[in-house]
């Protein structure tokens, strides 16, 4: 069975533009969550996705958002980029049961540098 | 060890010594806990899970051992190799009543393994 897959993995973009990333979970997996890593404040939830529908939510700004399609892919979006937002961006996906804790299993990550 | 929200420690051992990296967590309502492991440039790759009513987990060439009352966790590896090297990351959840997927990091503790 295929892993998550983050597209792209590298990216360069300059302060003011805004950026997507793309998350394929694993198949099967209906819940999508996303990270970000920095050296400074290590990983940190951004939001999760299930059913196309936002379940959970951190502690960003606005500028960050998400969506996920009926086939479980999901995409973040974060807009209005900044220095600070230079980081791994990295997706994990579960079955979403809920029915017990379930393991969240991470793909390569998508890391951006914003210049 | 590491607290979840604290600096990054670092381990060194050598080839075939056994390791033991330490993990306190602050919310007692937490009732999941994983480790990962990451290698540099990739994402992190689950190695092992505990539930809260559990309190010794046993995988291949690693265990995790939760104490609850102290609220800490630790991951021992056996006969630890080189490409064991690595950062490992404790992580934990809390069940929300079902829609529980918000995993919480602490900032990792770097292994180095010398031949």
């Known amino acids: 069975k295929a892993g998550v897959t983050q597209t792209p993995r590298y990216l360069i973009k300059t302060r003011g533009q805004q950026v997507t990333l793309s998350c394929s979970p694993i198949s099967g997996h209906r819940s999508v969550s996303w990270y970000q890593q920095t050296p400074g404040q290590g990983l940190q939830f951004l939001f999760e996705?299930?059913?196309?529908?936002?379940?959970n939510k951190g502690n960003f700004p606005g500028r960050f958002s998400g969506r996920q399609f009926s086939n479980s892919r999901s995409e973040m979006n974060v807009s209005t980029l900044e220095l600070g937002d230079s980081a791994l961006y990295l997706c994990a996906s579960s079955p979403g049961l809920a029915e017990y804790q379930e393991t969240q299993y991470f793909g390569p990550g998508t890391r951006l540098l914003v210049l | 060890g590491e607290s979840v929200g604290l600096h990054l420690p670092t381990l060194s051992v050598q080839e075939g010594d056994n390791s033991i990296i330490n993990c306190a967590y602050s919310n007692s309502a937490s009732d999941y806990f994983i480790w990962y492991k990451q290698e540099s440039g990739k994402g992190p790759q689950f190695i092992i899970d505990i539930r809260s009513n559990m309190d010794k987990r046993q995988g291949q060439r690693v265990t995790v051992l939760l104490n609850k009352t102290v609220k800490h966790l630790s991951l021992q590896i056996a006969a630890t190799q080189p490409g064991d090297s690595a950062v490992y990351f404790c992580a934990e959840n809390i069940d929300s009543g079902g829609s529980n997927y918000k995993l919480t990091f602490g900032k990792g503790t770097l292994l180095t393994v010398n031949p």
């Open positions: 996705y299930f059913s196309e529908t936002q379940r």
